[in-house]
């Protein structure tokens, strides 16, 4: 039982990170804790672009690409603890 409860508790410390680095993060920064919204992201016209170690790091290179007029919007999206840069389909 206390195995559960701390692998709950830590589950719920996780996302409750995500939400608060994604709420400090850019307008564009999208986070998700699960593999079923990251294929769902897929779904809905978006592609993997690039896996990086930090939000901080995801967020340059997505702008880096909107600098360079490779793509116009993106996403990074948090999965399996690392970012990954999604950009339009």
């Known amino acids: ?3 559960l409860t701390r692998t ?3 589950a719920a410390m996780g996302v409750a990170m995500a939400l608060a680095l994604t709420g400090a ?4 920064t999208v986070a998700t804790a699960s593999a079923a919204a990251a294929s769902e992201a897929g779904a809905q016209g ?6 990086y170690g930090t939000q ?3 967020v340059a ?4 690409g909107v600098s360079d007029g490779s793509w116009a919007e993106y996403r990074c999206a ?5 970012w990954d840069l999604m950009i339009p389909a």
Request: charged share 20%; hydrophobic share 50%; net charge negative.
């Open 61 to 64: 290179a997505g702008d880096a």
């Open 78 to 82: 948090l999965f399996e603890a690392r």
């Open 46 to 51: 978006w592609e993997f672009a690039g896996s």
């Open 1 to 3: 039982m206390y195995k």
């Open 25 to 28: 993060g850019a307008a564009v």
């Open 56 to 58: 901080q790091e995801c």
């Open 8 to 10: 709950a508790a830590t």
